[in-house]
């Protein structure tokens, strides 16, 4: 059975965050559900998967399957404004040194 996906309540302010941010594009994939993270994200030509929890929310069982399946860049957990301000930073210094920025401390 499919489970949709649903949004935190902070889904909309880090969606606005990461708007408010030059060259930041961001689309939502919380509709898509069976675990696939909430949001992508564009930034300094990479493509970033977002997952958005609230507070100290936990990923969810099929939140977990998903990403330990996904072969590509970890996706990366955004709680909070103060997130979206450290994961552009790290993405700005990674870009710098041509590094591809890693998941935040969960």
């Not at 998967?49 to 507070?55: P, R, S």
């Amino acid at each position: 059975m499919r489970q949709y996906g649903r949004v935190d309540q902070n889904h909309l302010q880090i969606v606005n965050a990461l708007r408010g941010h030059p060259g930041v594009r961001v689309q939502s994939l919380s509709s898509i559900g069976g675990g696939c993270p909430d949001l992508v994200c564009g930034y300094r030509g990479r493509n970033h998967l977002i997952e958005v929890k609230a507070g100290r929310g936990h990923l969810t069982a099929h939140q977990r399957a998903w990403h330990n399946v996904w072969t590509g860049s970890p996706v990366i957990i955004l709680r909070n404004t103060d997130d979206v301000v450290a994961f552009l930073t790290n993405a700005d210094a990674a870009d710098r040194h041509g590094i591809v920025p890693g998941r935040l401390p969960t």
